[in-house]
């Protein structure tokens, strides 16, 4: 699943067909009518977590990848296409993932302070969330989208690595500073992530996922399935700080 920084790369990558009209649509997607996209102008693109957003006049097209979605520019793969629109200057394809209809504009369904990588984004309305929430682990909270939307769990396990939190923490328990710290630095990994991904060096700077050994102590990491998420979750009991 495409993590914040990837979907604001899609956006970057696709500026070009924003002001643009669809001179045709089609795709299996069956959520939707695709033929009110066509001969409407894209007005903007957005992005709010991990949704790719395609603006037009009175409605939006929300794009999730899900799992295994994924797009193309131009060049078509060879798979069903969910959708496929067609512009003055070129095409954009997308595969297995979500398609819905937003009815008027973006800011009508979206709380843009809850985007990590969003200039509105709002820490202060982050931490509230995260103390109305207080049995929740942490590894549960970092992927809660209506908190930080755009983590996802790569983010999640560098996170509370850099910051010195085990996972199986629950919110209640950990500290207000520490809490702080773990809200400061989502924001902070996930424009690192941002870069290090534009640059294709994304992987070289994980510092505990997917590794065995801890770059501090040198001791094992572990590695568990934790939470109501069950994610894949990396982490060491030495460096990472388990409060009771």
Known sequence: MPEGPSIVILKEETAHFAGRKVLDVTGNVKTIDIEMLRNKKLVDIKTWGKHYLLCFPKFTVRIHFLLFGSFAIDEPKDRPERLSLRFTNGHLYFYACSVQMLEGSPDD?????????????DPVKAKAKIKSLPKALLCDTLLNQDIFAGVGNIIKNEVLFRVGLHPANRNGDVP?????????????????????KKQFVLSKH???????????????VIKEYLGKTKRRTFFCVKDQKLYS
């Open 109 to 121: 369904h979206y709380d843009w302070s809850g985007d990590v990588m969003n200039p509105k984004w």
């Open 176 to 196: 207000g500073i520490k809490i702080n710290q773990m809200i400061r630095e989502a924001r902070q990994y996930s424009f690192d992530f941002l870069k290090w």
């Open 206 to 220: 994980w510092l505990i996922h997917t590794k065995k050994k801890c770059p501090v102590c040198g001791g094992p």
